[in-house]
């Protein structure tokens, strides 16, 4: 820390990064549900022992207060001198603190650090602290550009890597420590800090216990990423016209447990729906765990691994009600809602977790991109949007890749119209969810033979010339195409090009669910 800021108050912010790859480093299911776990508790965890244990000022419990989640409203440190140090927030991979002078600030940020590296490893963590002033909202901005210069100019440190002489665990390469005493297998620290994390909780033994059942009755495994838009661009409009500190402390902190409150509700609410679904079909509820498993939930970032042929319309159950929700409400902005994108990956049961997550991943990540294009904007708002991709063999690559590649047939004709709107305001358009769900299921009852549907996807990856001859000739042999399902070929406003207008549906059509919701 700068020494003139050593007798200044400040606020600091404590910053975990690249979560989901410290999460996903590892391909074994305990190791990344252990992993996950790890990040949920560890910054709380941190920053308690750091303000007692520091080796250079040491904090009584009378003078801090991390009593952010017990009572949203207690912001002792304003009115009583003696406290020293204040959680503002904390969640979202990131905390925020208030202190009297940054000499505690320096030795804590210190202690904090060190917990961290021998609680997990390899967690990163970036610090920075500014000067308080009087205006919270300015201090904050300062802040996260002090942030992002510490992360553009420091290098990303690694644990220390292997010499020729020192074993590699497999899974992550990172040097060798020991033997799992369960399965004798040969691990690092990380793996061992992320196995004894799952071995001291029953339901976490549970969670891994039936992750690699979740493709019972089906040949592919849906892993899920669903992410809130513009949640940071939102909260910060939210606000940016709070300059009080206590007032903003408490907005943002109600705004915190408002998203981390709604987000997990709605989960847990749409699993719940997803069990009465389940068990119209015959599955009991003891049974569940082996068909939905929860992987890593962080605020609006969520994580799951389930059946397929559930996972679209949980996805689109989920989607709906969580966007029923209202984010915020005053009178300057009015009524501000949740939105979401999702990514859903097909992929075999052999494929590793962590593989199927980045496809997930990468899906809610264009599903993002098109949602955010100003054409497809709602009111200004970014929508809901889902985007999928089946992985038809053991070659992975980026999503974008894999449609340059696969996708794309004629010039500027393109096979995959996804990502698809959930909204109703975009029910004129092409890529409306309700069109695509409603063609899956008419496909589902039966419109074409077997051969016939093989006959559309094999004529759709060759070109639209020849996909239009083949249409031609199944008309000439009595066929007919309903004129609900629509033309073979559509234009997509703000794309180029035209998009096959069946093609995701048949390849998705089994896993869609026998009835719409």
């Given at each position: 820390?700068?020494?003139?800021?050593?007798?200044?108050?400040?606020?600091?912010?404590?910053?975990?990064?690249?979560?989901?790859?410290?999460?996903?480093?590892?391909?074994?299911?305990?190791?990344?549900?252990?992993?996950?776990?790890?990040?949920?508790?560890?910054?709380?965890?941190?920053?308690?022992?750091?303000?007692?244990?520091?080796?250079?000022?040491?904090?009584?419990?009378?003078?801090?207060?991390?009593?952010?989640?017990?009572?949203?409203?207690?912001?002792?440190?304003?009115?009583?001198?003696?406290?020293?140090?204040?959680?503002?927030?904390?969640?979202?991979?990131?905390?925020?603190?208030?202190?009297?002078?940054?000499?505690?600030?320096?030795?804590?940020?210190?202690?904090?650090?060190?917990?961290?590296?021998?609680?997990?490893?390899?967690?990163?963590?970036?610090?920075?602290?500014?000067?308080?002033?009087?205006?919270?909202?300015?201090?904050?901005?300062?802040?996260y550009l002090k942030l992002d210069r510490i992360k553009n100019t420091e290098a990303f440190s690694h644990p220390l890597g292997t010499l020729p002489i020192i074993k590699k665990e497999k899974t992550s390469g990172a040097p060798v420590i020991g033997t799992d005493k369960d399965t004798g297998e040969e691990i690092s620290m990380q793996t061992f800090f992320r196995r004894e994390k799952v071995r001291t909780d029953k339901h976490l033994q549970n969670k891994v216990r039936t992750l690699g059942e979740l493709s019972k009755y089906n040949d592919k495994l849906a892993y899920i990423h669903m992410d809130g838009n513009s949640m940071g661009l939102t909260i910060g409009r939210i606000m940016g016209s709070i300059s009080d500190y206590k007032e903003g402390i408490i907005a943002r902190r109600r705004l915190n447990m408002n998203i981390m409150n709604q987000y997990v509700q709605t989960l847990a609410d749409s699993k719940d729906w997803l069990l009465t679904r389940m068990s119209d079909d015959g599955i009991p509820a003891e049974e569940s765990d082996r068909y939905f498993q929860e992987l890593h939930t962080g605020g609006d970032d969520i994580n799951l691994a389930m059946n397929a042929r559930y996972s679209f319309m949980f996805v689109e159950h989920f989607i709906k009600e969580v966007s029923k929700k209202t984010l915020w409400n005053d009178d300057r902005l009015g009524m501000i809602y949740f939105s979401v994108c999702a990514g859903i990956a097909l992929v075999s049961p052999d494929v590793s977790c962590r593989m199927g997550l980045w496809l997930a991943e990468s899906c809610c990540e264009t599903a993002k991109n098109e949602a955010k294009k100003p054409i497809n904007l709602i009111n200004g708002n970014v929508g809901n949007w889902i985007d999928f991709h089946i992985n038809e063999d053991s070659y992975i690559n980026d999503i974008d890749t894999i449609r340059e590649d696969r996708f794309k047939t004629d010039t500027n004709t393109y096979l995959c119209l996804r990502p698809y709107c959930v909204d109703r305001d975009r029910s004129d358009t092409p890529t409306y969810y309700e069109k695509f769900k409603a063609l899956c299921h008419m496909l589902q009852k039966g419109i074409y033979e077997e051969k016939v549907t093989k006959m559309l996807l094999d004529g759709y990856g060759v070109g639209m010339s020849y996909m239009e001859n083949q249409l031609k000739s199944f008309e000439l042999l009595g066929g007919e195409i309903p004129d609900s399902i629509g033309k073979a070929y559509v234009r997509v406003a703000g794309r180029e090009g035209s998009y096959a207008n069946w093609f995701d549906a048949l390849q998705v059509m089994d896993y869609m669910g026998k009835a719409s919701i």
């Open positions: 820390m700068k020494k003139e800021l050593l007798d200044k108050e400040v606020i600091c912010i404590y910053d975990t990064r690249a979560i989901q790859k410290f999460i996903f480093s590892n391909n074994n299911n305990i190791d990344i549900i252990g992993a996950g776990n790890i990040v949920s508790d560890v910054l709380p965890e941190a920053l308690n022992y750091a303000l007692e244990n520091n080796k250079g000022m040491p904090l009584g419990r009378d003078e801090y207060c991390m009593s952010e989640m017990e009572d949203p409203d207690n912001v002792p440190y304003f009115d009583d001198q003696k406290i020293r140090a204040q959680v503002v927030t904390i969640g979202g991979g990131n905390a925020f603190m208030l202190y009297r002078t940054g000499r505690p600030c320096s030795e804590v940020s210190k202690a904090f650090s060190r917990y961290i590296l021998e609680h997990t490893y390899s967690l990163q963590v970036a610090v920075a602290a500014v000067a308080k002033t009087e205006n919270m909202d300015n201090d904050i901005n300062q802040l």
